[in-house]
């Protein structure tokens, strides 16, 4: 009988194939003695992904599942499918942009294992250079995120809404509880899932890990960004492809969905004018980009 998997690892592609080649690197190198499990999920790529798993698996025993669809399901879907399959006490849902540090998974399911209070933890990302990557955040509300909609971050950064959202004052050396981790990177352990139910479909993409970070403390469970524990977030890698106003229709669309379940359909009465400012102001920056590049 083979052994129980101690950790499970998802991760989605999307046009990154090599930067999955290179989160499976990490993660080979830095197992340790753990017992993992990998689950890739293709969102219809068309690139070489399939050879880069062939590869990884001919030099590595970590097991690798490649699950292809054959259209984009969005990043909460497709990550649904890979923790349906998933047998490890515990779950890291983990980008393709994003290497794994040496220590960070035994560290992490130690640090687990003597907390069962806590379903949910975020390391410490960092950037390329190894500079601090900032991904915690307050839940949002409706004053923060109808600014975000009308782009005022980039003329009054320092506005008190921002400073509170982004939770400019927190002390990233220390270990605590908080609202909402990024969801570049998170360990979940398999309790949650089944106390509170897997990313809400709803979404495409955004918002899913904002809602399930905010069920799961609903539901009792502790939410807890831990430095101890760093990864390499390199950044949007996927999504960077998409163009400017596709990306405000995402965010605007999950937004709505987000407030709507959580505050209610008045909420949306509040948002509705930035939301429409902000595509507005995608779409001029699109078209703009559009004519720049014709020349």
């Known amino acids: 009988m083979s052994r129980p998997a101690d950790l499970s690892i998802v ?79 515990v779950v890291a849902l983990l980008n393709p942009d994003t290497r794994v540090t040496k220590g960070a998974l035994k560290r992490t399911l130690e640090w687990m294992a003597a907390r069962p209070d806590v379903g949910i933890i975020g390391p410490k990302l960092l950037n390329h250079d190894g500079s601090l990557q900032e991904s915690v955040r307050k839940f949002p509300g409706l004053i923060d995120q109808a600014l975000i909609l009308l782009k005022l971050q980039h003329v009054w950064p320092s506005a008190p809404p ?11 050396g220390k270990e ?12 979940v352990r398999r309790k949650v899932f089944e106390s509170v139910g897997l990313l809400d479909e709803r979404f ?16 009792g469970w502790g939410v807890v960004y831990l430095p101890t524990v760093q990864v390499i977030h390199h950044g ?7 163009m400017t106003l596709r990306k405000q229709r ?46």
């Open 11 to 89: 991760t989605v592609n999307w046009k990154v194939a090599d930067l999955v080649g290179e989160l499976l690197g990490s993660i080979a190198s830095n197992k340790e003695d753990l017992a993992l499990e990998v689950y890739i999920v293709d969102n219809d790529s068309k690139d070489h992904i399939e050879d880069v798993v062939a590869k990884f698996r001919a030099r590595s025993d970590v097991p690798v599942t490649l699950i292809r669809n054959d259209r984009n399901l969005g990043f909460a879907k497709a990550n649904n499918q890979a923790i349906r399959r998933c047998s490890g006490r």
């Open 162 to 172: 921002f400073r509170t959202y982004l939770a400019k004052d927190l002390d990233y």
């Open 176 to 187: 605590q509880d908080v609202d909402q981790l990024m969801g570049a990177a998170l360990f």
């Open 204 to 219: 495409f993409i955004w918002f899913e890990d904002v809602d399930f970070c905010k069920r799961a403390k609903a539901a």
């Open 236 to 242: 949007g890698a996927s999504f960077a492809q998409a």
């Open 250 to 295: 995402y965010f605007t669309s999950s937004m709505a969905k987000y407030f709507r379940k959580h505050r209610g359909a008045w909420s949306l009465a509040v948002l509705a004018l930035p939301m429409l400012v902000g595509l507005l102001a995608a779409s001029a920056n699109s078209l703009w980009k559009s004519v720049r590049d014709k020349r």
